[in-house]
Nanobody, 114 residues
Framework: VQLVESGGGLVQAGGSLRLSCAAS????????MAWYRQGSGKQRELVAA???????HYADSVKGRFTISRDNAKSTVYLQMNSLKPEDTAVYFC?????????WGQGTQVTVSS
């Protein structure tokens, strides 16, 4: 399984970014997917998850601002991030769940300037 993230960058507060995570080596539609982030000196935390059936879950800190979606035909999961805040600055990682293992991407940096 390989995960490749893209879409990070530098944006001003209030701006938007869309992250993508392309998967290969798996039957993507059968897998639960998630986005995590890790700020400098902080623990990695769950941002949003989307299950194989399409249900979604969000951290309270991003509800109403971020949207997770998936395109099974493209084996890709997305994270649309709007109304970005400086505290959203972190390395963002996607995760694919295929029991008994979790697979991680390499991460993409998101920096939000005030």
């Amino acid at each position: 399984v390989q995960l490749v993230e893209s879409g990070g960058g530098l944006v001003q507060a209030g701006g938007s970014l869309r992250l993508s995570c392309a998967a290969s080596g798996t039957i993507f539609s059968a897998n639960d997917m998630a986005w995590y982030r890790q700020g400098s000196g902080k623990q990695r935390e769950l941002v949003a998850a989307i299950y194989s059936g399409g249900l979604t879950h969000y951290a309270d800190s991003v509800k109403g601002r971020f949207t997770i979606s998936r395109d099974n035909a493209k084996s890709t999961v997305y994270l649309q991030m709007n109304s970005l805040k400086p505290e959203d600055t972190a390395v963002y990682f996607c995760k694919l769940v295929r029991p008994p293992y979790d697979y991680w991407g390499q991460g993409t940096q998101v920096t939000v300037s005030s």
